[in-house]
């Protein structure tokens, strides 16, 4: 195999190699490597000269092209900044959905048609990357021209191949996390996509002092601007639409339930304590079920079809109860509390300053970081058989005795720097770089 490898290196220039990259998406072994390593050293050398043509396009007047690759509505973090650059004279934004492809045909187009509701709704600008009557995947490179790319993943498989960071080393590559990680470990901080990235919008200062334990560039692409993930959830006191269920008694505390797709068996457990509580509790509470997108195509191979759809169905015509899977921010900023074992929600749902239960296994929490210990501390930490007394005693007796400690460390930790959002953050960041900071 090394013998192989020589040759290939002697036989093909990186200009000949990254060609036979570009075209090949499902690439064989060999290519693959040499071409990541080949990227890997020489990233920073094109990120340079794509920066310099960025410059020297806005100086000509014209705008950057940027493209932002949506996969889940549930992981877009990026509405406030499309908002922003919809409206400036440096950008021309556009968002690609584009297919998950790691769950099967059924679970892609499923997906894709959420993204397409979704943001239908917002009226945002999107082309949908995969033509489902003809089979055939959009080229981003020659169809828009992006100069500007925002990920919302790093995993790669997760989506085609041809839209991973490796077929864009000519453009400026940038991402925020898909969540507020409260964990570390080489698969947080040291996929590829996170070291070939241009720039990488880090939620804390401590989320890049550990990049610099596991990067391998040692969180050189990283820079502090806060999570615009929870911007909304820490200046916005008022949800902007009304996504509760409309009761009819408005005195109704408001509950969160969102489960992960970790420990399938668990939530089914769970499953019947809340099926319990929604009704004795009718005249007191009401709950939203937020799963996570992946325990319904795991929760499959625990029911039949009928009984997944029933279930689902159960939540949706509950009249003190619903069943959410897209955008959350207006859910959380109406609610008064989450009940979970999510790895996301540990840290954004904590952002709004309410009451927060976990119901993690102590396996759950294994790779925790110092900021993720901190927070989860500052959790209820509850069995299942304990979820109906503190939803008595904390949120229907409002004796949430942690409050001020929650406040205390949003105020010191998570907020944003600069007094900005992180939007604006990352929005500044972008133009000094760019434009010189017009």
Same mark, same amino acid.
């Given at each position: 195999m090394e013998n192989i490898k020589s040759r290939l290196k002697k036989i093909l220039s990186p200009k000949t190699l990254q060609r036979i990259r570009s075209v090949i998406y499902y690439p064989v072994s060999i290519?693959?490597?040499?071409?990541?390593? @080949? $990227? @890997? +050293?020489?990233?920073? %050398? @094109? &990120?340079?000269?794509?920066? /310099?043509?960025?410059?020297?396009? /806005?100086k000509r007047g014209e705008k950057l092209k940027v493209a932002f690759f949506a996969l889940?509505?549930?992981?877009? %973090?990026?509405?406030?900044?499309?908002?922003i650059m919809l409206s400036s004279p440096f950008y021309d934004p556009v968002i690609i959905i584009c297919p998950v492809v790691n769950k099967g045909i059924e679970h892609m187009l499923k997906t894709m048609n959420e993204c397409i509701e979704f943001f239908n709704k917002k009226n945002y600008p999107f082309i949908v990357?995969? =033509?489902?009557?003809? %089979?055939?995947? $959009? =080229?981003?490179? %020659?169809? /828009? &021209?992006?100069?500007l790319i925002f990920y919302v993943n790093p995993y790669r498989g997760l989506i085609d191949d041809r839209y991973f960071i490796t077929q864009f080393s000519n453009v400026l590559t940038c991402y925020v996390p898909y969540a507020f990680f409260p964990v570390e470990g080489y698969w947080v901080f040291d996929q590829i996509l996170q070291n070939l990235c241009w720039l990488i919008f880090a939620e804390t200062r401590f989320h890049i002092e550990a990049a610099k334990k596991y990067q391998k560039r040692k969180a050189e692409n990283m820079v502090y601007t806060g999570y615009p993930g929870c911007d909304q959830l820490l200046f916005n006191e008022q949800p902007k639409n009304n996504v509760w269920k409309d009761t009819g008694k408005s005195y109704l505390k408001k509950i969160i339930w969102a489960p992960h797709h970790i420990d399938v068996q668990g939530f089914i457990d769970t499953a019947a304590v809340f099926n319990k509580i929604i009704y004795k509790y009718q005249d007191k509470i009401q709950i939203a079920f937020k799963p996570h997108p992946l325990l319904e195509v795991k929760l499959k191979d625990y029911w039949d079809e009928d009984r997944f759809e029933a279930y689902y169905q159960f939540w949706q015509n509950l009249p003190n109860g619903q069943y959410e899977n897209g955008d959350?921010?207006? #859910? @959380? #900023?109406? +609610?008064?509390? #989450?009940? &979970? =074992? !999510?790895? !996301?929600? $540990?840290?954004e749902y904590f952002c709004t300053g309410k009451p927060c239960f976990s119901l993690h296994k102590e396996d759950d929490l294994k790779e925790l970081s110092n900021f993720g210990s901190k927070i989860i501390n500052l959790h209820y930490r509850i069995s299942i058989d304990e979820i109906e007394k503190y939803i008595d005693d904390v949120i229907l007796n409002n004796n949430d005795y942690m409050k001020e400690e929650r406040l205390a460390f949003i105020n010191e930790y998570i907020m944003p720097p600069n007094n900005k959002t992180a939007t604006e953050n990352i929005y500044d960041t972008l133009n000094v770089l760019i434009t010189g900071g017009n």
């Amino acid at each position: 195999m090394e013998n192989i490898k020589s040759r290939l290196k002697k036989i093909l220039s990186p200009k000949t190699l990254q060609r036979i990259r570009s075209v090949i998406y499902y690439p064989v072994s060999i290519f693959s490597l040499e071409y990541d390593r @080949f $990227l @890997f +050293s020489n990233q920073p %050398k @094109f &990120h340079k000269k794509a920066l /310099i043509k960025a410059k020297e396009k /806005i100086k000509r007047g014209e705008k950057l092209k940027v493209a932002f690759f949506a996969l889940y509505p549930s992981v877009w %973090k990026y509405d406030e900044l499309f908002q922003i650059m919809l409206s400036s004279p440096f950008y021309d934004p556009v968002i690609i959905i584009c297919p998950v492809v790691n769950k099967g045909i059924e679970h892609m187009l499923k997906t894709m048609n959420e993204c397409i509701e979704f943001f239908n709704k917002k009226n945002y600008p999107f082309i949908v990357s995969y =033509n489902e009557k003809e %089979k055939k995947y $959009l =080229n981003v490179k %020659k169809e /828009i &021209h992006p100069d500007l790319i925002f990920y919302v993943n790093p995993y790669r498989g997760l989506i085609d191949d041809r839209y991973f960071i490796t077929q864009f080393s000519n453009v400026l590559t940038c991402y925020v996390p898909y969540a507020f990680f409260p964990v570390e470990g080489y698969w947080v901080f040291d996929q590829i996509l996170q070291n070939l990235c241009w720039l990488i919008f880090a939620e804390t200062r401590f989320h890049i002092e550990a990049a610099k334990k596991y990067q391998k560039r040692k969180a050189e692409n990283m820079v502090y601007t806060g999570y615009p993930g929870c911007d909304q959830l820490l200046f916005n006191e008022q949800p902007k639409n009304n996504v509760w269920k409309d009761t009819g008694k408005s005195y109704l505390k408001k509950i969160i339930w969102a489960p992960h797709h970790i420990d399938v068996q668990g939530f089914i457990d769970t499953a019947a304590v809340f099926n319990k509580i929604i009704y004795k509790y009718q005249d007191k509470i009401q709950i939203a079920f937020k799963p996570h997108p992946l325990l319904e195509v795991k929760l499959k191979d625990y029911w039949d079809e009928d009984r997944f759809e029933a279930y689902y169905q159960f939540w949706q015509n509950l009249p003190n109860g619903q069943y959410e899977n897209g955008d959350y921010i207006d #859910l @959380f #900023l109406g +609610s008064d509390a #989450l009940i &979970h =074992n !999510s790895g !996301s929600f $540990l840290t954004e749902y904590f952002c709004t300053g309410k009451p927060c239960f976990s119901l993690h296994k102590e396996d759950d929490l294994k790779e925790l970081s110092n900021f993720g210990s901190k927070i989860i501390n500052l959790h209820y930490r509850i069995s299942i058989d304990e979820i109906e007394k503190y939803i008595d005693d904390v949120i229907l007796n409002n004796n949430d005795y942690m409050k001020e400690e929650r406040l205390a460390f949003i105020n010191e930790y998570i907020m944003p720097p600069n007094n900005k959002t992180a939007t604006e953050n990352i929005y500044d960041t972008l133009n000094v770089l760019i434009t010189g900071g017009n």
